[in-house]
């Protein structure tokens, strides 16, 4: 369900260690923009209804019924972030 490539995971593994107290839990969400729908990533913790899945000690995790409508979800780091 989730693909986190290995400069995204090096990126996050950088910022949990720099910021203890936030949980290494990551959803995946859509947002809506001026060009349609846009990917977002927010630090949060799952809740029933939730897929998750757990990759370098990050659980990434998003509602059923959107990972039902968006399928895989690849997650790479660029000049812009995740």
Known sequence: MFTVSESA???LDEFFGANPGVARCIRVYFA???KGPAPSL???RTVPGDV?????GVVWCMASHLAAAVGDVAVDLDPKGL
């Open 9 to 11: 995971q090096k990126a």
């Open 32 to 34: 809506v923009g001026p």
């Open 42 to 44: 927010v630090a949060d």
């Open 52 to 56: 998750s899945e757990e990759i370098g």
